[in-house]
């Protein structure tokens, strides 16, 4: 299951971009948290702090139990990071939107998938493990929700698939997809046609007239001259 994390933040008053550059000079990342029929809600955090949590998060989505300081005031909200905008270059957090849930409402949320083991198809008949579906769409509460959904794959051989109501999913989880789709299959091995090397062209043969000799070319003339006698 997701962990829940404790994350501490503050409300921010500024929303331009003068307030946000100073938001960063002291070491923190704008973020915002909406949903849970309230109104948004400008935060910060601080960006080592969301650092170290998404470097020991397994999957995207993290269930964030925010303290927030507003004023002299600390609230707590259960939370659930939506988005992560990052830096184009070096990948820096930018911002951070986190979505309010409540622990007794559903939530839905897209878990990342992943294969385990080799499959037979693939070990011992050179297939192709094809995965169609890279995340699945899953409805739950907030204490049920994975990190991570993994598929034993081993068993799949040459035209093997296993579809979204193969996947046998936590209790209290249920999948959104239509339960028809293909997430994995082993194809056949794709063979090559060889086409045969093309001959390389013949020449055509160049026939040249013989050049009369030296001595036959001489006796020529002296032979009519002596016609004419």
Do not use: W
Request: glycine share 8%.
């Amino acid at each position: 299951m997701a962990k829940q994390v404790k994350l501490s933040a503050q409300t921010r008053l500024g929303a331009g971009r003068t307030a946000v550059n100073k938001i960063k000079a002291q070491g923190s990342v704008p973020a915002v948290i909406y949903g849970a029929k309230e109104k948004p809600q400008n935060l910060q955090v601080s960006k080592r702090d969301i650092q170290v949590l998404l470097s020991h998060a397994v999957g995207e989505n993290i269930l964030v139990d925010l303290e927030i300081t507003d004023g002299g005031k600390t609230s707590s909200k259960l939370a659930l990071i939506q988005e992560i905008q990052h830096a184009p270059l070096g990948g820096a957090v930018l911002h951070v939107d986190f979505h309010a849930v409540s622990q007794n409402e559903l939530l839905q949320a897209s878990i990342p998938v992943e294969a385990l083991g080799e499959a037979a198809g693939v070990k011992s008949f050179g297939g192709i493990l094809e995965q169609n579906i890279r995340s699945l769409e899953v409805k739950c509460l907030p204490k049920d929700l994975p990190e991570i959904i993994s598929i034993d794959v081993s068993n799949l051989n040459i035209g093997d698939s296993i579809h979204v109501g193969d996947i046998k999913l936590p209790e209290g989880v249920t999948a959104v997809p239509d339960a028809a789709l293909t997430v994995f299959h082993v194809a056949a091995p794709t063979v090559e046609e060889v086409k045969p090397a093309a001959e390389a062209p013949t020449a055509p043969e160049v026939i040249k007239e013989k050049k009369p000799e030296a001595g036959a070319a001489a006796a020529a003339p002296a032979d009519k001259k002596a016609d004419k006698k």
